[in-house]
């Protein structure tokens, strides 16, 4: 990869946010480390699976995705150069401080099991918070200026609960 060294810089930086950061291929099974496996503690990973395989079926090249579910998990998507099988994925993150209100909300939409509560909100209490997300947006974007040879040959496009 003619862009390893500005990738492991990236991963470095956004570590130190409590970022996730994976690469991985359109080719290969997913696993729950994407969301750090809350659709498979809940039953859902076919579905997820589905979605997520959807997603990176029909992603285009240059394009920075930003996704948001509806569990209030954010994600950075984006299809890495030279390869049109390689997707970086950043996240979950939130950019939302969660009440305990808004969780106890998805987890009725969801008829999640009164048992699984405590469980539920220890995972909702390490999704790391993104309060300033004009600086979290200068870090991915310089690293798609660096990979795609400047800002007039990429776009950002939001998608929201495409994951669900």
């Not at 990429?154 to 994951?163: E, G, Q, R, V």
Request: proline residues 4%; contains cysteine; charged residues 25%.
């Amino acid at each position: 990869m003619i862009y390893e060294a500005e990738l492991k810089f990236l991963q470095k930086l956004l570590k130190q946010f409590h970022l996730n950061t994976y690469v991985i291929s359109k080719d290969n099974p997913l696993d729950d480390r994407v969301d750090n496996g809350l659709r498979k503690f809940l039953g859902l990973e076919n579905d997820y699976e589905k979605a997520f395989r959807t997603f990176l079926n029909y992603a285009q090249p240059n394009i920075i995705y930003k996704i948001s579910d509806n569990f209030f998990c954010n994600y950075i998507a984006m299809m890495l150069p030279t390869s049109e099988k390689s997707f970086l994925i950043i996240g979950p993150y939130t950019e939302q401080d969660f009440s305990n209100r808004d969780i106890l909300m998805v987890f009725e939409k969801f008829q999640v099991s009164p048992k699984l509560t405590e469980r539920l909100m220890k995972y909702f209490s390490s999704v790391p918070l993104i309060a300033d997300s004009t600086a979290f947006s200068a870090i991915y974007c310089t690293f798609a200026d660096t990979i795609w040879d400047g800002t007039d040959n990429y776009t950002i496009k939001s998608i929201a609960h495409s994951l669900s």
